[in-house]
């Protein structure tokens, strides 16, 4: 459905990013059509938005320069296109609230912003937990730095992707056009929200 509601706008370009590996149902590619599918059997983290960088950043290797890239989950259907004249102003487009972004649906001017950016979120996730902002976090981070065997230190963030991108985007201090709606339409795959139809 997600790939249906691209060819409908009129998007001739898509690609499909799995990372689930050997979970992946073969059968599944024969539903696939006028699109491209690309698989990837890497690590999964404890936190999925960590698993969702690293999937990107390698999926970017195979993206075409100086093109908008569209980003959308695979579980939501694209109801309506973004105008792409806003894209020749700006650097980012997609839905903000105070202090994340949604990763439902988002836009980027082109190849080499998207890049940099998820780069950005990478390293701001991973540095999350050793920054200081207040005694409490001061005393972890004297911590992490004396344990001798902490095995953790390097996967073991439980930042969001919304938030990591939220902050990649301010720091960057990317050109962006603030969505109301990003036009979605699909169930939610937060276990809190217990499988929320969401119109976003």
């Keep these: ?5 691209l060819k409908s706008l009129g998007f001739s370009k898509i690609y499909l990013f799995d990372n689930s590996g050997f979970n992946w149902q073969k059968q599944s590619e024969n539903q696939l059509v006028n699109m491209e599918l690309v698989k990837f059997n890497s690590f999964q983290y404890n936190n999925k ?10 999926g970017m290797e195979i993206i075409q320069d ?8 695979g579980r939501y259907s694209l109801t309506e296109k973004l105008d792409q004249n ?23 001017c082109n190849k080499q912003v998207m890049q940099t950016t998820l780069f950005e979120a990478l390293n701001n996730m991973y540095f999350y ?34 938030r990591g991108m939220f902050n990649a985007i301010k720091k960057l201090e990317l050109k962006t056009y603030k969505m109301q709606k990003i036009n979605v339409r699909g169930i939610s ?12």
């Design 1 to 5: 459905m997600t790939i249906e509601s």
């Design 189 to 200: 795959g937060h276990p809190a929200d217990n499988k929320k139809v969401i119109n976003e």
């Design 49 to 58: 938005g960590l698993s969702e960088l690293l999937m990107l950043i390698h």
């Design 86 to 108: 806003i894209l020749n102003e700006v650097e980012f487009a997609g839905k903000f609230n105070s202090d994340t972004i949604s990763t439902r649906a988002y836009y980027f």
């Design 129 to 162: 937990k050793h920054r200081v902002f207040g005694f409490r976090s001061l005393i972890q981070v004297i911590k992490n730095a004396f344990l001798k065997n902490n095995s953790t230190i390097f996967y073991d963030t439980n930042i969001a992707i919304e």
């Design 66 to 73: 100086d093109i908008p890239i569209l980003k959308i989950s």
